[in-house]
C-alpha cells in the first residue's frame, strides 16, 4: 500500500497530539507536584511518538530533504500546513520538555548553554502555563490541518464531516490511552470512552455513507472496519475492569493501548483504501 508511510504518520501524529492536549490541560486545571511529574514524562513519550511518525512520513517523500519544500507551501497547501503546523506542535512540546528537565537548580548542570536558554524563558511571565496552553491549542490546530489535507472535493468519501470525526477520535482514543499508562488515568479515560464512544456510535451510519458513493469500494473495507470496531471495544472492556479492580495494572493498559492502536491503524487503511476519483 503507497500510503502505509501516511497511514502512521497520521495516526502517531494524533496520538502525540492527543497526548500533549490531555497534559496541557491537566496542567492548567492542576500544578501539584506528582502531576508534573506524570505531564513531563507524558511530553517526553508524545516527542518520541511524533518523532517516529515524522521519519516514517518521510519515506512518503522518496526523499526526506523533500520535506523542506514545504516551507514554499505555508499558506497555499494543506499539506505544507499540515506538516508546519506539526513541526510546531513538535517544537512547543520540545521547548516545554526542556524547560520542565532544566528548571530544577540541581539539574542539567552538563549543558549549561541549555540552561541559559531555560532561565531567559523563566522571565516570561506565566512561561510554563503559556506552553501548556499553546499545547492544547496547536494540538488542535494540527489535527484540523490533516483534515483540511483530505477533505477534498474531488474525493466524495473524504470530502464530508466523517473525516474530521475520524481524526479528531483517532486523537481522543490514542492520547487518552498514551497517558493512563503514566497516571493519568481518570483524564486519560474521559477522553478514551468519549473517542471508541464516539467511532462504535456513527459506524453503521459512516459505512451506508460510503457504501453509497463506492460500494465496491466499501465492501472491500468491511474486515477492516470490523476488526477496528472489536479491538476498540476490547480495549475499552480491558480498562474499565483494570481501572476498577486493579491498583497497579501498567501492563494491562500498555496492553489497551496496544489494541487501540492496533484498531486506529486499521480505520485509516481503510480510509486510504477509499480514495476514488470519478473520471
Given at each position: 500500500?503507497?500510503?502505509?508511510?501516511l497511514?502512521?504518520?497520521?495516526?502517531?501524529?494524533?496520538?502525540?497530539?492527543?497526548?500533549?492536549?490531555?497534559?496541557?490541560?491537566?496542567?492548567?486545571?492542576?500544578?501539584?507536584?506528582q502531576?508534573?511529574?506524570?505531564?513531563?514524562?507524558?511530553?517526553?513519550?508524545?516527542?518520541?511518538?511524533?518523532?517516529?511518525?515524522?521519519?516514517?512520513?518521510?519515506?512518503?517523500?522518496?526523499?526526506?530533504?523533500?520535506?523542506?519544500?514545504?516551507?514554499?507551501?505555508?499558506?497555499?497547501?494543506?499539506?505544507?500546513?499540515?506538516?508546519?503546523?506539526?513541526?510546531?506542535?513538535?517544537?512547543?512540546?520540545?521547548?516545554?520538555?526542556?524547560?520542565?528537565?532544566?528548571?530544577?537548580?540541581?539539574?542539567?548542570?552538563?549543558?549549561?548553554?541549555?540552561?541559559?536558554?531555560?532561565?531567559?524563558?523563566?522571565?516570561?511571565?506565566?512561561?510554563?502555563?503559556?506552553?501548556?496552553?499553546?499545547?492544547?491549542?496547536?494540538?488542535?490546530?494540527?489535527?484540523?490541518?490533516i483534515?483540511?489535507?483530505?477533505?477534498?472535493?474531488?474525493?466524495?468519501?473524504?470530502?464530508?464531516?466523517?473525516?474530521?470525526m475520524?481524526?479528531?477520535?483517532?486523537?481522543?482514543?490514542?492520547?487518552?490511552?498514551?497517558?493512563?499508562?503514566?497516571?493519568?488515568?481518570?483524564?486519560?479515560?474521559?477522553?478514551?470512552?468519549?473517542?471508541?464512544?464516539?467511532?462504535?456510535?456513527?459506524?453503521?451510519?459512516?459505512?451506508?455513507?460510503?457504501?453509497?458513493?463506492?460500494?465496491?469500494?466499501?465492501?472491500?473495507?468491511?474486515?477492516f472496519?470490523?476488526?477496528?470496531?472489536?479491538?476498540?471495544?476490547?480495549?475499552?472492556?480491558?480498562?474499565?475492569?483494570?481501572?476498577?479492580?486493579?491498583?497497579?495494572?501498567?501492563?494491562?493498559?500498555?496492553?489497551?493501548?496496544?489494541?487501540?492502536?492496533?484498531?486506529?491503524?486499521?480505520?485509516?487503511?481503510?480510509?486510504?483504501?477509499?480514495?476514488?476519483?470519478?473520471?
Amino acid at each position: 500500500m503507497h500510503e502505509l508511510p501516511l497511514v502512521f504518520f497520521t495516526i502517531f501524529g494524533q496520538m502525540g497530539a492527543g497526548a500533549v492536549l490531555i497534559a496541557g490541560l491537566c496542567y492548567l486545571i492542576s500544578q501539584e507536584p506528582q502531576r508534573l511529574i506524570k505531564i513531563e514524562r507524558i511530553n517526553i513519550a508524545a516527542l518520541i511518538i511524533m518523532a517516529i511518525g515524522m521519519g516514517i512520513a518521510s519515506l512518503h517523500l522518496g526523499h526526506p530533504l523533500r520535506a523542506l519544500n514545504v516551507i514554499f507551501g505555508i499558506g497555499r497547501s494543506p499539506m505544507s500546513n499540515e506538516i508546519f503546523s506539526f513541526g510546531v506542535l513538535f517544537g512547543i512540546t520540545f521547548v516545554n520538555v526542556l524547560h520542565a528537565y532544566f528548571t530544577p537548580p540541581n539539574r542539567g548542570n552538563k549543558f549549561a548553554w541549555l540552561k541559559k536558554i531555560v532561565l531567559k524563558l523563566n522571565q516570561i511571565p506565566a512561561i510554563t502555563k503559556l506552553l501548556a496552553a499553546l499545547q492544547v491549542i496547536v494540538s488542535v490546530f494540527f489535527v484540523w490541518m490533516i483534515v483540511a489535507t483530505y477533505m477534498l472535493p474531488t474525493v466524495k468519501n473524504w470530502d464530508t464531516p466523517y473525516t474530521a470525526m475520524q481524526m479528531y477520535t483517532s486523537m481522543l482514543i490514542l492520547g487518552g490511552a498514551l497517558v493512563i499508562p503514566f497516571g493519568l488515568r481518570r483524564s486519560g479515560f474521559i477522553f478514551f470512552i468519549v473517542g471508541i464512544a464516539a467511532v462504535l456510535i456513527t459506524k453503521l451510519s459512516y459505512i451506508g455513507f460510503v457504501s453509497q458513493i463506492t460500494p465496491d469500494l466499501a465492501l472491500a473495507q468491511h474486515s477492516f472496519w470490523y476488526l477496528q470496531c472489536g479491538l476498540l471495544a476490547l480495549a475499552l472492556l480491558i480498562t474499565f475492569v483494570a481501572l476498577l479492580k486493579v491498583n497497579k495494572a501498567s501492563g494491562i493498559y500498555i496492553l489497551s493501548l496496544i489494541l487501540a492502536l492496533a484498531g486506529e491503524l486499521c480505520g485509516r487503511i481503510a480510509f486510504y483504501n477509499l480514495w476514488a476519483i470519478p473520471m
